[in-house]
T-cell receptor, first 113, second 112 residues
Framework: DAGVIQSPRHEVTEMGQEVTLRCKPISGHDYLFWYRQTMMRGLELLIYFNNNVPIDDSGMPEDRFSAKMPNASFSTLKIQPSEPRDSAVYFC???????????FGDGTRLSIL | GQQVMQIPQYQHVQEGEDFTTYCNSSTTLSNIQWYKQRPGGHPVFLIQLVKSGEVKKQKRLTFQFGEAKKNSSLHITATQTTDVGTYFCAQGVYNQGGKLIFGQGTELSVKP
């Protein structure tokens, strides 16, 4: 069975550029989560969706970040404009329910120069 | 907001020694999950605890949920080099619909 698929695996770009991260959740999973992981702040929940609807975006750092889920099999996390402090590993995860085990993708390692 | 305290932050052991990491909360938890992340990898679900005082075992790993549902522990007996990685607890918070909040993790290194 295919797991959660994220792309790209690595992204290096200059500050000010727009960055788009992509995620395909496991088929049948109703919940999709976006996390950011850094050494300083650990694993932070940015936003999560239930049945394609954003439920809690309280973890989104600021207006430069936006996330969408146009259908059950695809989600994007966009940063515009990007800044060096956005450098991190971004994980997407999906689950059958809010309190069910989460399945993580391999992550996108983002470097903003 | 909800604080998830996980200790220790790092643990270095000799292969064969035991290892324990602890997770504490000031509020009652709806559930707790444990994940393992290998270096360069992604978090992988290990187990979920729901009941007060629950104890679950997976081979050399023992997971425990406190009686008051405010703390949990993961114990590894006779560590092996394959146990290397960061262990995270993730706490489900009642007043937020059970949304998971991850602890900072305990990084385990095992010297052969």
């Amino acid at each position: 069975d295919a797991g959660v698929i994220q792309s790209p695996r690595h992204e290096v770009t200059e500050m000010g550029q727009e960055v788009t991260l992509r995620c395909k959740p496991i088929s049948g999973h109703d919940y999709l989560f976006w996390y950011r992981q850094t050494m300083m702040r650990g694993l932070e929940l940015l936003i999560y969706f239930n049945n394609n609807v954003p439920i809690d975006d309280s973890g989104m750092p600021e207006d430069r970040f936006s996330a969408k889920m146009p259908n059950a099999s695809f989600s994007t996390l966009k940063i515009q404009p990007s800044e060096p402090r956005d450098s991190a590993v971004y994980f997407c995860a999906s689950s059958l329910g809010l309190v069910q085990p989460q399945h993580f993708g391999d992550g996108t390692r983002l470097s903003i120069l | 907001g909800q604080q998830v305290m996980q200790i220790p932050q790092y643990q270095h052991v000799q292969e064969g020694e035991d290892f324990t990491t602890y997770c504490n909360s000031s509020t009652t938890l709806s559930n707790i999950q444990w994940y393992k992340q290998r270096p360069g990898g992604h978090p992988v679900f290990l187990i979920q605890l729901v009941k007060s005082g629950e104890v679950k075992k997976q081979k050399r790993l023992t997971f425990q949920f406190g009686e008051a549902k405010k703390n949990s522990s993961l114990h590894i007996t006779a560590t092996q080099t394959t146990d290397v990685g960061t262990y995270f607890c993730a706490q489900g918070v009642y007043n937020q619909g059970g949304k998971l909040i991850f602890g900072q993790g305990t990084e385990l290194s095992v010297k052969p």
